[in-house]
């Protein structure tokens, strides 16, 4: 069965269930999904996910200029549905999560000096939200974990800030390395979708205009040296997250959304 849900208003929607956990089971469907921009969904679009699949929760990882220029989207006018508008900052493009424009080296790497290249440049910016926007994420998640309902975290392509809250609640909730870093690359699916989607703004078209295509490929080596820098710095992103005041019950409740 397909994990992808299919709206008019946006690409690159998904649900987080269905993937394997390190003890032998699967998540749950129907708990936490992903998605790109919202503000384009159509009222089909509305009542498939507030009606049929309940969702209760969203989660904005966008910045705040994105919600201004964009606009928030038709879930916030659902009474059902609760906002919870958590920036993680744009990476360094104008506006965008997409793909940076300028590379400010000291962001970039920030827990090595090495020459910089497209892995770390990528993983520099993941490693960014954590460094500067700690307890946006562990916000986020908590707001994923909520158990009145389906939750909903997603940016602008759906893809950086997105896969790496995704690859955090799957880590929480037992799910394999190998499983969590092919739910991230197959935005890649969608990616020719999700571009011509974002070239379409105003907003995402400078920041997207200024690398080439292929360059905004989410790529395995993205995410496993992201977790790489977590393992070797905190014991892995469990141990970062307990720093920043992650607790048991904050453990149990995302489990209790994608396991049980």
């Known amino acids: 069965m397909t994990r992808w849900i299919e709206l008019e208003g946006a690409?690159?929607?998904?649900d987080l269930g269905g993937l394997p956990t390190r003890d032998g089971g699967v998540t749950l469907r129907g708990r936490i999904f992903r998605a790109d921009n919202l503000q384009g969904l159509t009222p089909r679009d509305?009542?498939?996910?507030?009606?049929?699949?309940?969702?209760?929760?969203?989660?904005?990882?966008?910045?705040?200029?994105?919600?201004?220029?964009?606009?928030?989207?038709?879930?916030?006018?659902v009474p059902?549905?609760?906002?919870h508008h958590l920036t993680l900052f744009a990476e360094g493009g104008r506006h965008t999560d997409v793909?940076?424009?300028t590379i400010?080296?000291?962001?970039?790497?920030?827990?090595?000096?090495?020459?910089?290249?497209e892995e770390l440049r990528v993983t520099g910016f993941y490693f960014g939200y954590l460094r500067d926007r700690p307890g946006a994420v562990v916000a986020a998640l908590r707001a994923m974990s909520l158990n009145d309902g389906a939750a909903l975290v997603h940016c602008a392509a759906g893809k950086d800030?997105?896969?790496?809250?995704?690859?955090?609640?799957?880590?929480?909730?037992?799910?394999?390395?190998?499983?969590?870093?092919?739910?991230?690359?197959?935005t890649g699916e969608r990616l020719e979708l999700i571009l011509k989607r974002l070239r379409a703004s105003d907003t995402y078209r400078g920041d997207l205009d200024?690398?080439?295509?292929?360059?905004?490929?989410?790529?395995?080596?993205?995410?496993?040296?992201?977790?790489?820098?977590?393992?070797?710095?905190?014991?892995?992103?469990?141990g970062w997250l307990v720093q920043q005041g992650w607790t048991d019950?904050?453990?149990?409740?995302?489990?209790?959304?994608?396991?049980?």
């Open 99 to 101: 793909e940076a424009d």
């Open 104 to 117: 400010d080296g000291d962001r970039v790497l920030p827990w090595a000096e090495r020459p910089l290249d």
């Open 11 to 14: 690409v690159n929607a998904r």
């Open 80 to 83: 059902e549905v609760r906002h």
């Open 249 to 260: 019950a904050d453990t149990t409740a995302m489990r209790a959304r994608l396991r049980d």
């Open 161 to 186: 800030r997105t896969g790496v809250l995704a690859a955090l609640a799957l880590e929480v909730a037992g799910v394999t390395r190998e499983a969590i870093v092919e739910d991230y690359v197959a």
């Open 46 to 77: 509305v009542g498939l996910l507030v009606g049929e699949l309940k969702l209760r929760h969203v989660v904005d990882l966008r910045s705040n200029a994105e919600v201004s220029l964009e606009g928030p989207g038709p879930l916030t006018q």
């Open 210 to 238: 200024s690398r080439p295509a292929d360059d905004h490929l989410p790529r395995e080596r993205y995410l496993e040296q992201f977790f790489g820098v977590l393992d070797d710095r905190f014991g892995g992103p469990m």
